[in-house]
Every structure is written in structure tokens, then in C-alpha cells.
């Protein structure tokens, strides 16, 4: 399994970016697809995610600007961030909980390697 993430870059306060983050391998069956960042000398924190068992989550501090969708043909997530905030500043991973195979029992945790989004002030 492989996730494969495009879109991150620097953009000034208030604009946008839109991520996307493509599942590819061996994918039987995808539950979760998102992304969490990790700024410098912080933990990583969720963003946002989206199941197919549990809908769509948000982190409070991205709600009402950042939206999450997912195209289930494709096995690829999309995150239009708007109203970017200097706070926004890291490194976006790609989250995906997927069963590889028709007889693997219990799904797994798989990660991009990252993406840099800058906001400048």
C-alpha cells in the first residue's frame, strides 16, 4: 500500500491550497482516508478524516475553513484548505486505515511521507 500526496506549497495569508492523497497497492478494502500535520517542535494532530463507518471529522481549529471529500472510485482523499492562517504552517500527512487483502482480519494504519504547506503573514 501506497499513499501518494500532491498539493502542499507557500501561499499567503487567506489564501488556499487544495491537498489530494491517492491510496494505490494493494487496497481491498479503504475505511479512513485524511491527514494529520505536525509543526515544528509540536506533536501531530489530526486535521481532518473521513470513514465510511464514522462520516467526517474535523479538527475544531480547521472547522468552517478547511473541507474534506474523498472520491471512493479513485481511493483518493482531497482537502481544500481556505482561509489559511500562519498557525497553519507544517507538514500534512495522509492517513489512510485500509485492509490489504480480502483475508486480512483487522485494518491498518498507513501514512504518506508528508507534504509542506508554509502560510506566510
Known amino acids: 500500500v501506497r499513499l501518494v500526496e500532491s498539493g502542499g506549497g507557500l501561499v499567503q495569508a487567506g489564501g488556499s491550497l487544495r491537498l489530494s492523497c491517492a491510496a494505490s497497492?494493494?487496497?481491498?478494502?479503504?475505511?479512513?482516508l485524511g491527514w494529520y500535520r505536525q509543526a515544528p517542535g509540536k506533536e501531530r494532530e489530526l486535521v481532518a478524516t473521513i470513514s465510511t463507518d464514522s462520516g467526517i471529522n474535523y479538527a475544531d481549529s480547521v472547522k468552517g475553513r478547511f473541507t474534506i471529500s474523498r472520491d471512493s472510485a479513485e481511493n483518493t482523499a482531497y482537502l481544500q484548505m481556505n482561509s489559511l492562517k500562519p498557525e497553519d504552517t507544517a507538514v500534512y500527512y495522509c492517513y489512510a486505515k485500509i485492509k490489504a487483502y480480502y483475508y486480512t482480519r483487522r485494518y491498518s494504519d498507513y501514512w504518506g511521507q508528508g507534504t509542506q504547506v508554509t502560510v506566510s503573514s
Open positions: 497497492g494493494s487496497v481491498y478494502r479503504l475505511n479512513t
